[in-house]
């Protein structure tokens, strides 16, 4: 079920309908969103709600064993469990036919002629994401920085809440967990808002992302000999709003679902092409899982309180695995080991740098462009199926060929749409979204009717899923 599907409204109208009459009801309430949040999921792969409800009840009871144990050495016996458990599911579902593969190549390059049968696994939508969401709940508990829940009913929905389960942001148990204590109060504002997030959010996914996707970038993709130098180079930069448009217009979208629902979600992105430098890239992009990495990877592993040597090898371990945590394949090992290695010249020249010094807009321009460039081509490796595919779109990208058939006007004004909407300065947005929200209710209605019958024509007959999901 797409967010952006008609299937999808009607849902959620019934959703938002029920939950506000019956608000007053604590547990009724709660039980309602439960129970949609489980139909979402069921509309992918009914068998699989089954997977994510043991996933809830393993965890729950196991912080309960982690905040009740009389001594700290049983406290870290239950934790390594839940780590085992938790990370043994997900690399079973997501790795197991990952390591057959290279287990194979590595035989054959031996000269072993057996090979290892590989199975298809279906890989259930969203489970990195409530994976990690769960693992930092635990981890809280074992840390003593939050309290284990009592309420079954509370965790569950903390796990499963629809609008962020399959696609983040990744959700923190002492952010959310609160917020369902609380009996929640309908204000004309919020639901304002989020409307306009939803909007917002929509407009990237379809009027920018899926044009992008449909009409250059998957075309290129799929055979990148066929196009010229030109070409691949627009369709390069094309994928880089494609895939930003795509993720954050999810984000938005579910920001605003829960905003009109009484619920507040983290901000997952903000402008994240407009940094100096990758670590700048990493606290505007994907903030939930870059600061989850952080608090539960990168700091444990020493962070930055050792030699220098030391903190180079945290980072790139951190950017190692987060890669990986994107998906099975030894491009997404590459593309995390190039931010891992950027990271690392950064924090290099950060060292090394008099804290006066102050670079000239110049210079700043000359970063921002140096960054963006270089994300662009760690893009490439992260979008290529394999690394020998990503090899041959950079032959093609280097050739020299400047042809353009396929730089059409969709193309053009999608990608112009795109970085237009990056580059705004944000008290625009601001600006926009507070005339939006002073309109009267007929207006409103009249605006997102306005933008529902532009998308569904804009949208045509072929369905363009989240990039994100198949994470």
Same mark, same amino acid.
């Given at each position: 079920m797409l967010f952006d599907t008609t299937l999808f409204v009607w849902f959620f109208v019934c959703v938002f309908s029920g939950f506000w009459l019956i608000a007053r009801f604590k547990t009724l309430r709660l039980v309602w969103l439960l129970a949609a949040s489980y139909i979402f999921y069921a509309s992918w792969n009914p068998t699989l709600v089954g997977l994510i409800v043991t996933s809830t009840a393993l965890d729950f009871w196991i912080a309960q064993r982690i905040y /009740?144990? !009389? +001594?700290?050495r049983l406290r870290k016996r239950w934790l390594w469990f839940s780590l085992a458990t938790n990370l043994g599911v997900l690399a079973g579902f997501k790795y197991t036919g990952f390591f057959l593969d290279t287990f194979n190549d590595a035989m054959a390059v031996m000269g072993s002629t057996g090979q290892i049968p590989v199975p298809q696994i279906i890989l259930p939508v969203g489970i990195s994401f409530y994976t990690f969401q769960t693992l930092s709940y635990t981890i809280d508990v074992y840390r003593g @920085? =939050? @309290?284990?829940?009592?309420? &079954?009913l509370h965790f569950a929905l903390f796990v499963a809440f629809f609008p962020q389960l399959v696609a983040g942001p990744i959700v923190r148990a002492s952010d959310f967990l $609160?917020? =369902? =204590?609380?009996? $929640?109060?309908? @204000?004309p504002r919020g639901h304002s808002i989020g409307l306009f997030l939803v909007c917002a959010g929509l407009i990237k996914k379809v009027a920018i992302a899926n044009v992008l996707a449909l009409n250059l970038v998957d075309r290129i993709w799929d055979n990148p000999d066929l196009y010229s130098s030109l070409e691949v180079f627009v369709g390069m930069h094309a994928y880089a709003f494609q895939i930003y448009c795509d993720f954050s217009g999810y984000s938005d979208v579910a920001i605003g679902l829960a905003l009109m629902l009484g619920f507040y979600l983290p901000e997952n992105f903000r402008r994240p092409y407009l940094s100096r430098d990758i670590a700048e890239f990493w606290r505007r992009w994907h903030i939930s899982l870059s600061t989850w990495l952080r608090d539960y990877l990168y700091i444990p592993l020493g962070g930055n309180r050792g030699s220098s040597w030391a903190t180079y090898r945290n980072l790139a371990i951190t950017m190692l695995l987060g890669g990986l945590w994107h998906g099975a394949s030894w491009t997404f090992v590459i593309w995390g080991a190039g931010h891992g290695i950027a990271l690392g010249v950064v924090r290099f020249i950060q060292r090394r740098r008099d804290p006066s010094y102050e670079p000239t807009l110049a210079r700043q321009i000359f970063a921002g462009i140096l960054t963006f460039e270089f994300v662009n081509l760690l893009w490439v490796v992260f979008r290529a199926p394999t690394w020998s595919d990503a090899q041959q779109f950079l032959g093609r990208l280097f050739e020299g060929s400047s042809y353009a058939p396929n730089l059409t006007l !969709?193309? &053009?004004l999608a990608l112009s749409a795109g970085i237009a909407m /990056?580059? +705004? $300065? =944000? @008290?625009?947005?601001?600006g926009l979204m507070e005339r939006f929200v002073a309109l009267p209710a007929w207006a409103k209605g009249l605006a997102v009717a306005a933008v529902a019958i532009a998308l569904q024509h804009i949208k045509g007959a072929d369905a363009v899923p989240f990039i994100y999901f198949q994470f």
């Open positions: /009740h144990a !009389p +001594t700290q @920085r =939050l @309290r284990a829940s009592d309420n &079954f $609160p917020q =369902l =204590l609380r009996e $929640p109060v309908y @204000r !969709p193309v &053009f /990056h580059i +705004t $300065p =944000l @008290r625009w947005k601001d």
